[in-house]
């Protein structure tokens, strides 16, 4: 078991999403011997995972065609260690492996922010990606009633996800103001393809009540779910349901940038315009750079992949689309962003670390993650923080630290190899 | 029809399309996933392999993620430690 087979690639995608097949399909076209890494069955990421009944968009599956046909390599795994400047570690099922390159490109995209309310915990309270994910894995839907709440452009397609595929939706609540909301939708007008997307989506969500400035307070049930208590305009309103789907938008995939040292700004990873971190031979594309959707991911990860070819010429025909897209990606953010109330959410006994069933009021007692962490071992179990970090974050206000090695839980035999291999090295 | 496979959730059977993830299944069984330390059952969150409430003991190999492994025939699931 002390021996780790490893895989060498001139370019390394991290991650399968949009960024990561744009990254991957732009440099393999170009000559590159590329591997993309991903921890899910197959290419696609989050938002393109794909369905057991239903095909797949046609931008996914043309993005999928190209990453196929230009030779990329897709590799099933998990990083959890970097175990020499240029070599990764990842493991998947029971196997460790090493993956070598010349030239990285990260591409770990975001996982959804969620905030703690009282019962929160009560199986069937999901994320509203995560209720999406599982429906899209085989669980049954038609019939059920599910709550939507949270924040951002995510809960409306997946309301109308779940619609279509005969949920009962009994409300969306949408934390942010009509006035933000507002704000954000004139801003839309410089962007025709954005209000096509809005409209299909409000055909596909006929008659599905949209609440702003509404969130969620409770959950209740004994072994499942069972209502859903909302502040909605002021007044409370206690809705009976089997799932709530709640989000409140999006958090990137950090945790690599920062293994490597890249240096990371307000919560993103630091580029340049041709998406290169500041770690030498290490590029960022899509989320884990700013939060941006799967338009700015594509644009992005193709800069990227041409960066690392050399085509930096080609590249730069690309800037312009860019800028654009991060221009409506910081006033979707600032349309979306938390307001004050949430902090409120969590009372004195709600429990904020999943993991260790660490409550409010003992975090309360501590200045600083890292000390919380010390005392309390919030943060120190199984998400290793990717859940309660940006949920303390928000509610206290905490920054979050370095990261320590491995990144992901990882089994012993696997980190036996990771010395191996550094050793070897 | 879709192929079906049958497995086992703490020992209740139950059969799901092929290509449904053990987290789905676990639901599915009506059962709850892992059970937190002080006690209370939880279920699936983020269905992305990030926060480790699915986690359950599949063939015998503990901590699995549940909701990124596809169930397969004759899978034996246990979330009851």
Same mark, same amino acid.
């Given at each position: 078991?002390?021996?780790?087979?490893?895989?060498?690639?001139?370019?390394?995608?991290?991650?399968?999403?949009?960024?990561?097949?744009?990254?991957?399909?732009?440099?393999?076209?170009?000559?590159? !011997?590329?591997?993309?890494?991903?921890?899910?069955?197959?290419?696609?990421?989050?938002?393109?995972?794909?369905?057991?009944?239903?095909?797949?968009?046609?931008?996914?599956?043309?993005?999928?065609?190209?990453?196929?046909?230009?030779?990329?390599?897709?590799?099933?795994?998990?990083? *959890?260690?970097?175990?020499?400047?240029?070599?990764?570690?990842?493991?998947?099922?029971?196997?460790?492996?090493?993956?070598?390159?010349?030239?990285?490109?990260?591409?770990?995209?975001? $996982?959804?922010? *969620?905030?703690?309310? $009282?019962?929160?915990?009560?199986? @069937?309270?999901?994320?509203?990606?995560?209720?999406?994910?599982?429906?899209?894995?085989?669980?049954?839907?038609?019939?059920?009633?599910?709550?939507?709440?949270?924040?951002?452009?995510?809960?409306?397609?997946?309301?109308?996800?779940?619609?279509?595929?005969?949920?009962?939706? &009994?409300?969306?609540?949408?934390?942010?103001?009509?006035?933000?909301?507002?704000?954000?939708?004139?801003?839309?007008?410089?962007?025709?393809?954005?209000?096509?997307?809005? /409209?299909?989506?409000?055909?596909?969500?006929?008659?599905?009540?949209?609440?702003?400035?509404?969130?969620?307070?409770?959950?209740?049930?004994?072994?499942?779910?069972?209502?859903?208590?909302?502040?909605?305009?002021?007044?409370?309103?206690?809705?009976?349901?089997?799932?709530?789907?709640?989000? *409140?938008?999006?958090?990137? @995939?950090?945790?690599?940038? /920062?293994?490597?040292?890249?240096?990371?700004?307000?919560?993103?990873?630091?580029?340049? @315009?041709?998406?290169?971190?500041?770690?030498?031979?290490? *590029?960022?594309?899509?989320?884990?750079?700013?939060?941006?959707?799967?338009?700015?991911?594509?644009?992005?990860?193709?800069?990227?992949?041409?960066?690392?070819?050399? $085509?930096?010429?080609?590249?730069?025909? #690309?800037?312009?689309?860019?800028?654009?897209?991060?221009?409506?990606?910081?006033?979707?953010?600032?349309?979306?962003?938390? !307001?004050?109330?949430? !902090? @409120?959410?969590?009372?004195?006994?709600?429990?904020?670390?999943?993991?260790?069933?660490?409550?409010?009021?003992?975090?309360?007692?501590?200045?600083?993650?890292?000390?919380?962490?010390?005392?309390?071992?919030?943060?120190?179990?199984?998400?290793?923080?990717?859940?309660?970090?940006?949920?303390?974050?928000? #509610?206290?206000?905490?920054?979050?630290?370095?990261?320590?090695? &491995?990144?992901?839980?990882? $089994?012993?035999?696997?980190?036996?190899?990771? !010395?191996?291999?550094?050793?070897?090295? | 029809?879709?192929?079906?496979?049958?497995?086992?959730?703490?020992?209740?059977?139950?059969?799901?399309?092929?290509?449904?993830?053990?987290?789905?299944?676990?639901?599915?069984?009506?059962?709850?996933?892992?059970?937190?330390?002080?006690?209370?059952?939880?279920?699936?969150?983020?269905?992305?392999?990030?926060?480790?409430?699915?986690?359950?003991?599949?063939?015998?190999?503990?901590?699995?993620?549940?909701?990124?492994?596809?169930?397969?025939?004759?899978?034996?699931?246990?979330?009851?430690?």
């Amino acid at each position: 078991m002390g021996d780790t087979s490893a895989h060498k690639f001139e370019l390394l995608v991290v991650g399968g999403g949009p960024a990561g097949m744009a990254a991957a399909a732009s440099a393999a076209e170009r000559g590159l !011997r590329v591997g993309i890494v991903d921890d899910n069955e197959k290419v696609g990421g989050q938002i393109w995972r794909q369905g057991l009944a239903s095909s797949p968009e046609p931008e996914a599956s043309d993005w999928s065609k190209r990453v196929m046909s230009a030779g990329v390599i897709f590799i099933r795994g998990r990083v *959890f260690h970097q175990a020499a400047p240029d070599v990764l570690l990842a493991e998947d099922g029971d196997s460790a492996f090493k993956l070598e390159y010349d030239k990285l490109i990260v591409a770990t995209g975001a $996982r959804e922010r *969620f905030l703690p309310f $009282r019962g929160w915990t009560i199986p @069937n309270v999901m994320g509203a990606g995560g209720l999406q994910a599982m429906v899209k894995s085989g669980l049954p839907i038609e019939g059920k009633r599910v709550a939507v709440a949270g924040t951002g452009p995510l809960l409306l397609a997946v309301a109308a996800y779940l619609h279509k595929h005969g949920a009962k939706i &009994p409300i969306v609540c949408e934390q942010a103001s009509w006035k933000h909301l507002l704000q954000f939708g004139i801003g839309l007008m410089n962007q025709p393809g954005k209000i096509k997307q809005a /409209l299909q989506l409000k055909g596909e969500l006929a008659g599905v009540p949209f609440s702003p400035n509404s969130w969620p307070i409770a959950a209740t049930g004994t072994t499942a779910l069972e209502s859903v208590t909302i502040s909605r305009g002021g007044r409370t309103e206690t809705i009976a349901c089997d799932y709530l789907a709640c989000g *409140f938008h999006l958090v990137p @995939n950090i945790e690599l940038p /920062l293994l490597l040292g890249c240096r990371i700004h307000g919560g993103y990873v630091c580029v340049d @315009n041709l998406q290169r971190t500041t770690i030498n031979n290490v *590029f960022c594309a899509g989320e884990p750079t700013g939060i941006g959707g799967v338009e700015l991911a594509l644009v992005e990860g193709q800069i990227a992949g041409l960066g690392a070819s050399g $085509r930096n010429f080609e590249a730069q025909k #690309l800037f312009r689309q860019r800028e654009s897209l991060r221009r409506f990606a910081s006033r979707l953010n600032r349309a979306f962003s938390l !307001r004050p109330e949430l !902090r @409120n959410l969590a009372s004195p006994d709600t429990i904020v670390c999943r993991c260790e069933d660490v409550r409010y009021s003992r975090l309360k007692r501590y200045a600083s993650w890292r000390s919380a962490k010390l005392e309390t071992r919030c943060g120190m179990g199984a998400c290793q923080g990717r859940i309660c970090g940006p949920a303390t974050q928000f #509610l206290l206000k905490w920054e979050p630290e370095s990261v320590r090695p &491995p990144i992901f839980p990882a $089994r012993v035999e696997s980190l036996t190899c990771a !010395r191996t291999a550094a050793a070897a090295k | 029809m879709p192929e079906k496979v049958t497995l086992t959730v703490n020992g209740a059977t139950v059969t799901v399309a092929a290509g449904t993830s053990v987290a789905a299944a676990i639901v599915l069984s009506g059962q709850s996933c892992r059970t937190s330390v002080s006690g209370a059952p939880r279920g699936p969150l983020c269905g992305m392999g990030i926060c480790f409430e699915c986690r359950a003991s599949i063939n015998g190999r503990p901590h699995c993620r549940s909701c990124q492994i596809l169930c397969s025939q004759d899978m034996e699931v246990r979330t009851d430690g």
